[in-house]
């Protein structure tokens, strides 16, 4: 049989899970590139700018990494000259080129790869639009605004419009006037757009107003114009959190399989006098020492709407130790992660000095005042499906899985110690084994791999029992020495009907109609409906 449907189960949450017993769940941490993949260190750079935010996207079309990113420009003070826009290519993902584009004349020359303009306050989240016509295949939603003095916005005081441009080449780029601000009353920074095929609207997340402590809020629009205000969606400061962590930096989301993840900016601060700690750095004895650090940690939702966190708040991209370029701040880029021949890349801005005066200051004497050293773009990768794992140890573990199938092939991704294995046994909801099934008669997986295929001593697949098994059994799964992070079942396909229906599930769970709404929105949850709260 060549033909089959392939389902994927990720063991983040307990969405499709009976019980586990005698396993963790962990959060795992993506695998960093040993260098920086961007640098200020082309011949226009100058020693008083800085790297800054960055985009970076795969465009599938042209087989070629895209960078965006800021250069900081500092002047008398942080922000007062504000930043350019700057652009890179790569084939890899590693190795960047700058074009010279001669389009921005800076120190009396055009040779660099600046796309704008220096503005205050400028940057923007970008995507490639695969909804609209090619002429508008690009979207940037960026704001300007004003961290300097004697500013028309700080004058006035209020806070970030965002606005709407559109490229067909990402280089030059239209901006809308009528329109123009699309979103207003947003923070000062750290948002992140993305498009949404399924629910076919643009999902903007940022920080609101007021924002300490800091926090992700979400808006959702059909045309990128009209904006619905759909709340705070991550709030910090829950019981598994320390009492030093309660701001939200910033959030990349994207989907993943049938999960939408994002990468979640976490900063430790002291509690209560958040702005004493950015001036003054916390006495040696004092017990957290993590202050003005911010790093990675994993959020996820079933349906873009409702986010969690998993109850590890391990970092998903941890700061590196005192002396890496990302000893002190990892921050969100202002583009979704992306996913490349099974690897999720996860680009970010490192900074040495963390969020602190008092570092950024020592930093800045350290390196005699030339600021090209002090931030750069980063690469971590994260393994397929590696995000979250169950873990067994040498006493070993099991979780039961709900009813499926049967299915035609089983497949796992895994890692499995030297001595170590992962067994399955397929038992009916009666709890008896089926028969040729049982655990006894598995043979044991011993290798790691992210397509390890489980079988029988039988030789032969459980699908051919279908007939005998109608209903479902539920696959149980046994680890020793193993961390187990998907599994995948099949099923034959032979005119590809079922993968269709699996492509579409998520389109269709979104437009089907609830029956006991007559009186509301037909798109609306119906009434009664006990929330989502898998972990």
């Known amino acids: 049989m060549n033909k089959v449907c392939r389902y994927k189960f990720l063991v983040i949450d307990d969405e499709h899970l009976l019980e586990i017993d005698n396993l963790q769940r962990k959060v795992n941490q993506a695998e960093k590139h040993p260098e920086p993949v961007m640098r200020l260190d082309a011949p226009w750079d100058k020693p008083d700018e800085c790297f800054n935010y960055l985009n970076v996207l795969y465009d599938d079309q ?17 922000f007062a000259n504000g930043r350019f826009l700057a652009y890179a290519t790569s084939r890899d993902g590693i190795h960047w080129e700058r074009p010279i584009l001669n389009r921005i004349e800076c120190n009396g020359s055009t040779e660099n790869n600046y796309l704008t303009h220096n503005m205050q306050g400028f940057c923007g989240s970008i995507i490639i639009d695969p909804s609209d016509i090619p002429s508008r295949r690009y979207k940037m939603l960026f704001m300007v605004s004003s961290y300097g003095t004697g500013d028309a916005m700080d004058w006035a005081k209020f806070h970030v419009p965002v606005c709407l441009a559109y490229s067909e080449d990402g280089l030059t780029w239209d901006r809308p006037t009528h329109v123009n601000p699309v979103v207003r009353g947003l923070s000062d920074g750290g948002f992140v757009f993305y498009y949404d095929p399924d629910r076919r609207k643009y999902v903007l997340v940022t920080r609101r107003v007021p924002n300490l402590p800091r926090d992700v809020s979400q808006y959702e629009s059909h045309d990128l114009i009209h904006w619905e205000d759909k709340g705070r969606i991550l709030v910090p400061g829950d019981e598994l959190d320390p009492p030093s962590l309660f701001n939200f930096q910033a959030f990349a989301p994207f989907i993943y399989e049938d999960l939408y993840l994002g990468m979640l900016d976490v900063q430790y601060s002291l509690p209560g006098a958040e702005t004493y700690e950015v001036y003054h750095k916390p006495p040696l004895d ?35 130790d005192p002396n890496s370029p990302d000893a002190g701040i990892i921050f969100a880029p202002l583009s979704s992660p992306f996913v490349v021949n099974g690897e999720t890349y996860l680009y970010y801005t490192a900074s040495r000095p963390r969020h602190s005066v008092w570092d950024y200051n020592k930093k800045i004497e350290e390196c005699k005042s030339d600021m090209r050293g002090l931030c750069c773009g980063m690469l971590a990768k994260m393994p397929e499906d590696h995000w979250v794992s169950l873990d067994a140890g040498s006493e070993g573990g099991s979780f039961t899985a709900k009813p499926w199938g049967p299915p035609h092939e089983v497949f796992i991704n895994a890692d499995i110690e030297e001595g170590g294995s992962i067994e399955l046994e397929l038992v009916t909801p009666y709890g008896s084994p089926m028969p040729g099934y049982s655990r006894q008669e598995c043979i044991p997986v011993t290798r790691g791999g992210k397509s390890m295929e489980i079988k029988w001593k039988n030789g032969r697949h459980p699908w051919d029992f279908a007939d005998e098994q109608k209903g479902g059994i539920l696959p149980r799964f046994h680890l020793r020495n193993a961390k187990l992070y998907s599994y995948s079942f099949t099923l034959p396909d032979p005119d590809g009907q079922l993968e269709r229906n699996r492509l579409n599930s998520r389109w269709l769970e979104c437009i089907k109609h609830r029956s006991d709404n007559w009186d509301r929105n037909s798109n609306e949850p119906a009434i009664g409906l006990p929330p989502f709260s898998g972990r």
């Open 286 to 320: 004092f017990p957290d020492q993590r202050m003005g650090v911010v790093e990675f940690q994993l959020a996820y939702s079933r349906d873009g709407q409702r986010w969690l966190r998993p109850n590890d708040r391990s970092p998903v991209v941890p700061v590196g």
């Open 62 to 78: 042209d087989k070629v990494f895209k960078m965006w990113y800021s250069v900081l420009s500092r002047g008398d003070e942080w």
